[in-house]
């Protein structure tokens, strides 16, 4: 599976857009973006995945740019309770790989 | 309700002494997958099973053993010979979407 890189950390207003940047420049044609988030002591939740074409559901919206190689997750009213580790993660949907998480961007809204 | 259950929610070890967590699934998943959280870290995986009776390594399984005698069920053993198991542990199934599913975690504590 592809390497994906995020920023540790990211700050966000509450009521603002909190836009989280994930790079996957080595990503390949059949490979998937996913994004998922985890709030303290909780275990991770999916938000969210694409192929190639810009996703939205009732969480959040997923903007994949044209060569695949970096995506954005978009929450479009942030809130306090948006606060949580962000995972990007790219994976074929070939259920013989493991499913590898990195570090994640934990993202803290601000009253 | 579907879902993925993980108990004991809090354990507590002896130093020497083996302990199993347990991880249900009614979702008929065929993959799951065992986490591995320290404070501030992300995920680091375990183990995983893509069918009954199968599993592989994952980039830290020495310490541990697993079983998967069951579709529904994967019990994680850390045995005496993990040197350092006081984490948070976490168990995932997959659907066939890639859709992770997580428990809501087991914290173990070795005293």
């Known amino acids: 599976d592809a390497k994906t890189t995020q920023p540790p950390s990211m700050d966000c207003a509450e009521g603002r857009a909190a836009n989280l940047p994930c790079n996957h420049s080595?990503?390949?044609?059949?490979?998937?973006v996913y994004w998922y988030r985890q709030i303290h002591s909780q275990g991770p939740q999916y938000i969210i995945h694409?192929?190639?074409n810009n996703e939205t559901n009732e969480m959040a919206s997923l903007i994949i740019t044209e060569d695949r190689k970096s995506s954005t997750l978009i929450l479009p009213h942030a809130t306090l309770r948006d606060t949580a580790v962000y995972y990007c993660?790219?994976?074929?949907?070939?259920?013989?790989?493991?499913?590898?998480f990195g570090k994640g961007t934990s993202l803290l809204v601000t009253p | 309700d579907g879902g993925i259950t993980q108990s004991p929610k809090y354990l507590f070890r002896k130093e020497g002494q083996n302990v199993t967590l347990s991880c249900e699934q009614n979702?008929?998943?065929?993959?799951m997958y065992w986490y591995r959280q320290d404070p501030g870290q992300g995920l680091r995986l375990i183990y995983y099973?893509?069918?009954?009776?199968?599993?592989q390594k994952g980039d830290i399984a020495e310490g541990y053993s697993v079983s998967r005698e069951k579709k529904e069920s994967f019990p994680l053993t850390v045995t005496s010979a993990q040197k350092n198991p006081t984490a948070f542990y976490l168990c995932?199934?997959?659907?066939?979407?890639?859709?992770?599913?997580f428990g809501q975690g087991t914290r173990l504590t070795v005293v």
């Open positions: 080595t990503i390949s044609g059949n490979e998937y």
């Open positions: 995932a199934s997959i659907d066939r979407q890639m859709k992770a599913f």
């Open positions: 993660i790219v994976r074929t949907t070939n259920s013989g790989y493991a499913l590898n």
């Open positions: 099973s893509q069918i009954v009776n199968d599993f």
């Open positions: 694409g192929l190639k």
């Open positions: 979702l008929n998943h065929d993959a």
